[in-house]
C-alpha cells in the first residue's frame, strides 16, 4: 500500500536570483532525508499569463511522495542533487489517506524552507505552501489558468478540505498557485490530458550570477539530434533559448515531449559542472489557458481563440507595436503584436481589410481606472475600455484580393480610353456610347505572402510558457483541455 502526499508552492521567486524550482528541489532534498520517496516526476504548471499581479513566469510547483513501502515499483533517475540521483516510481495516483504525524512534521520543515529561502519581502512576492492529502479537482486547474481565480477562493477551498496543510507569506497569492497547479497535477494523467516535459539545470552557487557559456552551435543541433524537444533555438533572430537571461540558479531548460530524450541533453550540452538537475512534467507548450471564445463575449485577463475580418491595414505606435482592428458584426476588437514578436509583426502587416483571421492570444484590455501594466503602449481611444489580444498565434482563413486599378477599359469600336460614368457603375465610350462594366477596367492584382488556411506564430524569443508552438501539433501527450468533458470529473 502507498500513501501519497502532494506538496505544492508558488509565488516564491519574483527576486532577480530566485526560483521557485529550485525551491523544489531543495524541498526533494528534505523529503530524501526524511525518508519520503517522489512519485512520477515533479509538476511545472503554468498559469494565467494575463494575471497583473503575477510574478515574473507565473509557474508554480507540485510533486507527490509516499512514506509508504515503494519497494518493487519499477523507478528511474529524474534527477540529481549533486552527486545523489533522484530515484522516481512510474506509479502516480489519487490521494486515498489522511495526513499523520510524519506529513505534519514534513509541512514544518517545508515551512521553514519557504520561510527562509524564498523571496518574500522583495517585490511583491506573497508565497504559498500547501501540503494535502486531499485530492484538487480539475476544475481548480482551468479557473487559475484561464480565469481569475479569488483569493478569497483559494482560503475557502483550503480551509473546507481536511487533511490539508497550508501556509503563505504576504497576502499569500502564492495559495491560488498552488491549488491551480494540484489541480492539474493530481488530473492530467487520469484525463488524458496533453503535457509536456522540461529539463532544469542548476548553476553551483558560486556561479549565480554570473555570466553563463552559452553554445549556440550545440543549442541548434538539438533540434535535429532531439526532435522531440522544442524551442531550443530561435532560427529567425538567431538566438538560443534555453538560457535565462536573470541571474538565476538555472543554468538552463529544455523543453520535449519525451522525458526520456530530455536525460540525453545533459550529455551533449559541454558546459560548466551542474550542481543539480532534475525533469518537470509541465503544461508548458498545451495551449491549455485558450478558449474559443466569440468576438463579442471576450474578457478581460482571459485567453480566448476567436474569428474576425479585418478592418483596417494594421497601424505601428511607437516602440514598434503593430495594431490591427478586427471585428466580427458589431464587435471588434484589437489584434496586437508587440516589439518583442520581432518578423511576426510582417505577418500582421501583411494583412488587408476584408482578410478573414483566427487570433489565438491573451486579451488584456485597457482600463482607464485600473493598473493597466503597460500603460502608454495601446492605441489611444475615446471610448474607455479597449479589448487588446496579445497575438500568440494567427491564422488566415481567407485572403481577400487586393486590387488597384491600372486604366479604365478601352473601347473595342475606335479603341479610345472610356471614361467612368459614376464610382461602381461602369465606364462608357464618349464617342459610340459603348458601355462596360467595372470588370472591363485592367487591375493589378498584389501579390499576398501570407497563405490561406496557414497558421503563423510569434517568433521563438517571444513565445510564452503556455502557447503551443507549431511543431508539437500533432506530436501532443494527450487531449487538448478544450476537448476535455471537465464537468463530469
Ligand atoms: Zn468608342
Redesign the pocket.
Known sequence: MVFYTYVAMDDTDSREGGCTTYLLTRALEICRDSGYSIHFIPGLVRLNPNIPYKTRGNGAVVFCVSRGNTGGLDTFTSGAIGEDLVVSTYSYEKCEEFLDDNDRSLFQKFKRLVDMESSYGHDGTNPGLVVTCDNFGISHYIRAVREVYPLEMAFSTLDEKRNTLYHGLGSMRGLVGCIGALGWCQNYRSMGMDHTYEIISYRKPEFWGKKRDVEPDIVRSLDPELPGTFNNYDFVNDKPLIYPNTPCPVLFGVRGNDYRELSRVRGMLDTEEMERWQIFVSNQGTDDHLVPTPLEEINNYGSVITEGTVQESSFTIKGGHVFLKVADGANSVYAAAFEPTKNFRNIVRALYPGDRVRLYGGVKGDEKEADAPSKGMRPALADGFVKVINLEKLEILQKTTKLTKISNPI?P??K?MMKSIGKGVGYR?R??H?RSDEEGASYHVFHRVLVEGKTYEVDGVAMRHLSKPLVRIGKENGKKLSEIDFFNN
Open positions: 473601347c469600336g475606335c479610345t465610350c464617342k459610340c459603348i
